[in-house]
């Protein structure tokens, strides 16, 4: 049952990966979307071609999450009210330990994971508090709920993302108002580029031997969640390939 068509939601980094993909399928549905992001031509290319295929309203809006000030303008020139927001908007930078690592990635991963997800989640939830309903679904991370060496901060981070997703609930108890949350493991995107500044075959390293999850995998997870009837609150899901068993356990054929 599709209980999803006419809704409009508002996906963070939707610019490739799991946020795209998370867009064009709740496009799918019939929910009008309004895309995030940092590149406003590859916003505005991918707003079109949703538009083409599926005959919903598309807005994009290009600014960086990290910044304060861009999310309160962007709310503020919202036109109609949201049902849903996906935090999705997340990096990771560098596997360095704790005693050697970058100052500069610990800010981008902190800013961007945590207070760019904080941003938007405060200036959101008030107006879904206010009509008694809504529906917030953050992507965290199985990093969320298992640290590993080298991931010290985006471990870290992920982590807050579990806690906010459950303060998030609990502050909004009593109210219609539905908080979830995906974890992923190991999935194909542009993570792992971003995560080694840009070095493709380092990238490629991290899925050799082994069939990792891709972004529609996660993006059918959160539109399952956002379509469960109203009364259902699925507050987390961990989604793992099946070659992967722990942040640090991963067959890979030889």
């Known amino acids: 049952m599709n209980r999803l068509k006419g809704k409009t939601a508002i996906i963070t980094g939707a610019t490739a990966g799991i946020g795209m993909k998370t867009a064009e399928l709740l496009a799918a549905e019939g929910v009008n979307v309004i895309l995030t992001g940092r590149r406003k031509a590859r916003l505005e290319e991918i707003a079109e071609t949703i538009r ?25 020139s919202l036109k109609g009210s949201v049902d849903i927001l996906v935090n999705n908007a997340g990096l990771a930078k560098g596997t360095d330990p704790v005693f050697d690592a970058s100052f500069d990635d610990w800010d981008t991963m902190i800013d961007t994971n945590v207070k760019g997800l904080l941003y938007l989640s405060r200036l959101i939830s008030p107006l879904m508090k206010k009509r008694n309903a809504g529906h917030i679904i953050n992507v965290g991370s199985t990093a969320g709920h298992e640290s590993y060496a080298g991931g010290v901060v985006y471990s870290a981070t992920k982590h807050a993302v579990k806690a906010i997703t459950e303060s998030t609930k609990k502050d909004l108890h009593g109210t219609n108002v539905r908080v979830s949350m995906v974890s992923p493991g190991l999935v194909e995107t542009e993570f792992s580029e971003v995560r080694f500044y840009g070095d493709k075959e380092k990238a490629a390293k991290v899925y050799k031997g082994m069939k990792p999850l891709v972004a529609q995998d996660i993006a059918e997870i959160i539109v399952f969640i956002a379509n469960r009837p109203d009364h259902v609150n699925i507050m987390d899901t961990i989604i793992y390939p099946v070659s992967q068993s722990s942040a640090t356990m991963v067959h890979r054929d030889e």
Do not use: H, L
Request: glycine share 4%.
């Open 52 to 76: 083409n295929k599926y005959g919903v309203e598309v807005e994009t809006a290009a600014f960086d999450i990290q910044d304060s000030k861009a999310c309160e303008s962007f709310v503020e």
